[in-house]
Structure formats: structure tokens, C-alpha cells
């Protein structure tokens, strides 16, 4: 099977530009992640899906931040305006289940803002 | 609330060496333990999982066992290989949810 993917693998853009980053779940994968992971730290998580509905996005830093997914497929992650501080790897995961299941993680998308 | 703490690195070591990576964490309940590793120019691949207390989780000759009693997980390899250097994320996951939480993660190079 397909496992998850993400676009762009890396984006460098300038302060202040619009970039929109892209998650393909694993097919049939109702629930789906976007964790990020600032200057070599923890990775943090920024909200989760449940199909289309936003089950929880209170990892969100902030309203510059927007995810969709539309029909409950693939999601899309913008960032609009982007400041310095989102520089870092954006990664994207799915899964079956809630509970004891693992996440399974796209390769992550890594952005530079400067 | 719930965390993760893992030793810093990085972590250098000859090829064969014991290696150990500590982990520790904090939660509310009874989570699951995982340890994740992320390989040069890929994502993260789930590498072991523990679901209780005692439970032991292996794979690729890494071992790690769930310690109730001292909150701990850490990760344990008898002997590195050169192709074993990366990234390692311990991580926990609250039952009910998936809210997922990350240590910062320990880089590991095996030097032959």
C-alpha cells in the first residue's frame, strides 16, 4: 500500500509569502496529523482530522495557520502570512484508529522562511 | 499534562557498542510507548511499541520495556551498526485519543 505522502518535500519562501503544504493520507486512513518540529526540538502536534471535521487543532500556534480537507481525503496545510519562527519540518501522519494504533508519517515537508 | 523527555544528544558510537537512549515520561492514565526513528531523507517509521506495563517492544535488534514504576521507556540496542545512525523520537499516546506526544528526539551516529 501506498504509504503518506507530502508536498512540497522542501519550500523556501520569504517573509510575509503564502505557502500551502499538501498530506495524502494512507487510503482509508479516517484520521489524519499535522505535527511540526521547530530548530531540532520535540515535534509538536497541530491538529487532527477525523475525516473532514477538525476533531482537535489546539496545537494550531496561531490564525496565520489554516488546514482543510475537503471530502476527507487529502488535506492542505497554509500558512499566510509566514514569519521566520515557521521555519522547520512539517510532517504529516494517518491513521486507522484511535487508541493504541501508530501513526504512520509522510517523509515531512521542510520550510525555510527567510 | 502529558510529555516526553529523552536524554539529548548527539550520541557518537563505534560500530558493535552498547547503546542506550533514556527515556521518561508523564501522563495521566495509562498511555502507549513508542519509539520512532527518522533516517537520513526519510520520514519517521515507527520502530517499536509497548502498550502496558511490562510489556516489552523489539524490533531490529532494539529493545525497550515499559517501567511503570520509574516512568520509563528507554531504548536499548546490543550492538550498532553503521547503518543504525539517525534520528530516535520516543513518543506516547494516550488511550481514547491520538494525541500524540514527541521527546526532541537523539540523533545517533555510528562511526565504522
Known amino acids: 500500500e501506498a504509504g503518506v505522502t507530502q508536498f512540497p518535500s522542501h519550500s523556501v519562501i520569504e517573509k510575509g509569502q503564502t505557502v500551502t503544504l499538501r498530506c495524502d493520507p494512507i487510503s482509508g486512513h479516517d484520521n489524519l496529523y499535522w505535527y511540526r518540529r521547530v530548530m531540532g526540538k520535540e515535534i509538536k502536534f497541530l491538529l487532527h482530522?477525523?475525516?473532514?471535521?477538525?476533531?482537535?487543532e489546539s496545537g494550531m500556534p496561531n490564525n496565520r495557520f489554516l488546514a482543510e480537507r475537503t471530502g476527507g481525503t487529502y488535506s492542505t496545510l497554509k500558512v499566510q502570512p509566514a514569519e521566520l519562527e515557521d521555519s522547520g519540518v512539517y510532517f504529516c501522519?494517518?491513521?486507522?484508529?484511535?487508541?493504541?494504533?501508530?501513526?504512520?508519517f509522510g517523509n515531512g515537508t521542510r520550510l525555510t522562511v527567510t | 499534562g502529558n510529555s516526553v523527555t529523552q536524554m539529548e544528544g548527539p550520541v557518537t558510537l563505534s560500530e558493535e557498542a552498547f547503546l542506550t537512549i533514556n527515556c521518561t515520561y508523564t501522563?495521566?492514565?495509562?498511555?502507549?510507548l513508542f519509539w520512532y526513528v527518522q533516517y537520513p531523507g526519510e520520514g519517521l517509521q515507527l520502530l517499536l511499541k509497548?502498550?502496558?506495563?511490562?510489556d516489552k517492544g523489539s524490533n531490529k535488534g532494539f529493545e525497550a520495556t515499559y517501567r511503570k514504576e520509574t516512568t520509563s521507556f528507554h531504548l536499548e540496542k546490543g550492538s550498532v551498526q553503521v547503518s543504525d545512525s539517525a534520528v530516535y523520537f520516543c513518543?506516547?499516546?494516550?488511550?481514547?485519543?491520538?494525541?500524540?506526544?514527541f521527546g526532541a528526539g537523539t540523533r545517533l551516529t555510528v562511526k565504522p
Open positions: 501522563a495521566t492514565g495509562y498511555p502507549s
Open positions: 482530522f477525523v475525516k473532514e471535521s477538525k476533531q482537535d
Open positions: 509497548a502498550t502496558k506495563a511490562d
Open positions: 501522519a494517518s491513521s486507522q484508529e484511535i487508541g493504541d494504533s501508530p501513526l504512520h
Open positions: 513518543a506516547l499516546i494516550r488511550r481514547n485519543n491520538n494525541d500524540m506526544r
